[in-house]
T-cell receptor, first 116, second 114 residues
């Protein structure tokens, strides 16, 4: 079984400041890890994914995340926040449920607000 | 770029009514999923579907829910008798069956039960 814990349901930063959204996972098998972003009243958009290649993963909109197996973490960062980054961010872990069937388990989400 | 499409984008229904949410997965994908997000809460797995049968379902997916792939393109979620607590955003997703486990999500169907 797998699970995801996102520390901090709400993170507030100033425009131009560092964004750090925390995610820790639990998985009994080597995981695939994802960050999704959800803008108000919209669907889920993939930001980036870790699929056992490079541990530092770069995604869209300047975001990146680092897979740290020893810490079971996959924190999302962005050096300089922009007003358009305000959204809800979900960390998710994927594990094989049999054959090629993968089930995603999501964290509770972190709402990012960016102050001018 | 191929995408998952869902209809309707928003449906309002009366408690006890049947609802069918429709999804068109990406055409060469093999695995199909429904997820649910109650307002302000996390995204929850409902069911996965492969080779015309359910491969896994969650505790949420009780007898009131069913899924079907009636033809080669559509994937539907039926709620037989809606309850107030079924009000949520429902996301369809599909997966090509590759090794990365990446799911491609639709924009969601918002269901409001009155």
């Amino acid at each position: 079984a797998q699970s995801v814990t996102q520390l901090g349901s709400h993170v507030s930063v100033s425009e131009g400041a560092l964004v750090l959204l925390r995610c820790n996972y639990s998985s009994s098998v080597p995981p695939y890890l994802f960050w999704y972003v959800q803008y108000p009243n919209q669907g889920l958009q993939l930001l980036l994914k870790y699929t056992s290649a490079a541990t530092l993963v770069k995604g869209i909109n300047g975001f990146e995340a680092e897979f740290k197996k020893s810490e079971t973490s996959f924190h999302l960062t962005k050096p300089s926040a922009h007003m358009s980054d305000a959204a809800e961010y979900f960390c998710a872990v994927s594990a094989n449920s049999g054959g090629s069937n993968y089930k995603l388990t999501f964290g509770k989400g972190t709402l990012l607000t960016v102050n001018p | 770029e191929p995408e998952v499409t869902q209809t309707p984008s928003h449906q309002v229904t009366q408690m006890g009514q049947e609802v069918i949410l429709r999804c068109v997965p990406i055409s060469n994908h093999l695995y199909f999923y429904w997820y649910r997000q109650i307002l302000g809460q996390k995204v929850e797995f409902l069911v996965s579907f492969y080779n015309n049968e359910i491969s896994e379902k969650s505790e949420i997916f009780d007898d009131q829910f069913s899924v079907e792939r009636p033809d080669g393109s559509n994937f539907t979620l039926k709620i037989r008798s809606t309850k107030l607590e079924d009000s949520a955003m429902y996301f369809c997703a599909s997966n090509a069956g590759g090794r990365t486990g990446e799911l491609f999500f639709g924009e969601g169907s918002r269901l409001t039960v009155l």
